[in-house]
């Protein structure tokens, strides 16, 4: 009796000691990690994709969405957000009055920046609609002198200037080609006629003539008319200011005709589609160009990897602009990041500071917002594709 009392006495305590202890506590449940707060950055660009010379304003668009993808990678920081780089795309065939009514679209689209035009006709016009607007914009290829001497503080050229280009091509073809006389055709677009002008100025200082000058439009294909009355003045060299897509059939009709002279022209056809659009006319060493831009010692190998990269990614082989609408887009994102905004006025001062080194090479601005040392890359072709005879500074 005894021990029963006693093993109750002890069940009663152990029951007593359980109702007594306190639970512990299950862990805490990991905290959700906090999405970092992103900054949505809209970027404009405008090109021809459609009409004549698509093919450069597609080149060029696909340069700007390399390094929009690129940017995006990266995961760049602004004002303590990530930054999220948007391309807004619009389409100008290389028309005026259709540059304007896109710059329109991406000035009430809020853009944060813009990367073009790539025609001088195009880009002047909508250059003052930017201007208006407080915005930055960004010329991959825009040669006209007349774009950067406006006066507009947010007006940037990746490229040298048609002062630079029309005079060097017209010294090159006396001094080079041992050209005597020459003839002069121009389109009669902004750098069509503005190159041909500085080609003209260039021949006639080195001691050349200038023996005609004609003019045609950039939707042309019939040039009978203005050969037949070039090829009654024998000239050495025919120039023609204007875009491959007017260059390549007017080639053809100048062998038509019999015109064996040498045929020059600014970056307008210095382009990989020129071989295509002339077809059998285009023999070897006929053609000479200058691109407005060029690489050379260590910078060529990093080109090389960009146009490979390009041809991977787009099956299509570099144009002429592409790569200098990668570089715009990359200092204009590196400006942003230095002012630590993306309000065009406050990251504005250091654009105009920039020094950037890209697949073009050294990227900053003088006062005017013109490249500083730009390069032109002399070319004719041979096999049916471009060779580098020089780069000149």
């Known amino acids: 009796m005894q021990m029963k009392l006693k093993l109750a006495v002890i069940a009663a305590a152990v029951v007593l000691a359980a109702c007594g202890k306190k639970e512990e506590a299950a862990p805490a449940a990991a905290a959700p990690a ?10 404009g660009h405008v090109g021809p994709t459609s009409g004549a010379i698509a093919h450069l304003g597609k080149d060029n668009e696909n340069g700007a969405r390399m390094a929009i993808e690129e940017l995006n990678a990266a995961k760049l920081t602004i004002d303590g957000k990530v930054a999220v780089f948007e391309l807004l795309a619009e389409d100008d065939a290389a028309d005026p009055r259709q540059g304007t009514a896109a710059a329109q679209k991406l000035i009430d689209a809020n853009v944060n920046g813009v990367i073009g035009h790539l025609n001088s006709g195009t880009t002047i016009p909508a250059s003052q609609l930017y201007h208006s607007a407080g915005l930055v914009q960004i010329s991959p290829s825009a040669t006209n002198p007349t774009y950067t001497r406006q006066g507009f503080p947010g007006v940037f050229r990746m490229v040298a200037d048609d002062v630079h280009l029309g005079s060097t091509l017209g010294k090159y073809a006396v001094e080079t080609l041992g050209a005597k006389s020459v003839a002069v055709i121009d389109d009669r677009t902004a750098y069509g006629q503005g190159v041909a002008d500085e080609f003209e100025k260039g021949v006639k200082a080195a001691g050349g003539t200038v023996v005609g000058r004609e003019f045609t439009n950039d939707k042309a294909t019939d040039f009978n008319a203005i050969l037949t009355s070039i090829r009654a003045k024998k000239p050495d060299v025919v120039f023609f200011g204007g875009m491959d897509a007017v260059a390549g059939p007017m080639i053809r009709q100048m062998k038509q005709l019999g015109i064996e002279a040498k ?39 990093v080109m090389e990897k960009f146009r490979a990269d390009f041809k991977a990614k787009y099956g299509a082989d570099v144009q002429v602009y592409a790569p200098y609408v990668y570089d715009a887009v990359h200092v204009m994102a590196k400006a942003m990041v230095a002012a630590n905004s993306i309000d065009p006025q406050t990251y504005l001062p250091a654009l105009k500071a920039i020094n950037h080194t890209g697949v073009t090479g050294n990227i900053a601005f003088d006062e005017k917002g013109d490249i500083k040392n730009g390069a032109l890359t002399l070319m004719t072709y041979k096999g049916g594709a471009r060779t580098t005879l020089a780069v000149i500074r």
């Open 263 to 301: 045929f020059m022209g600014g970056d307008g056809i210095c382009t990989s589609e020129l071989p295509k659009l002339a077809g059998d006319a285009m023999s070897d060493e006929l053609v000479y160009c200058a691109e407005a831009g060029g690489v050379e010692g260590d910078q060529v190998a």
């Open 34 to 43: 906090e999405t970092p707060a992103t900054l949505t950055v809209k970027i």
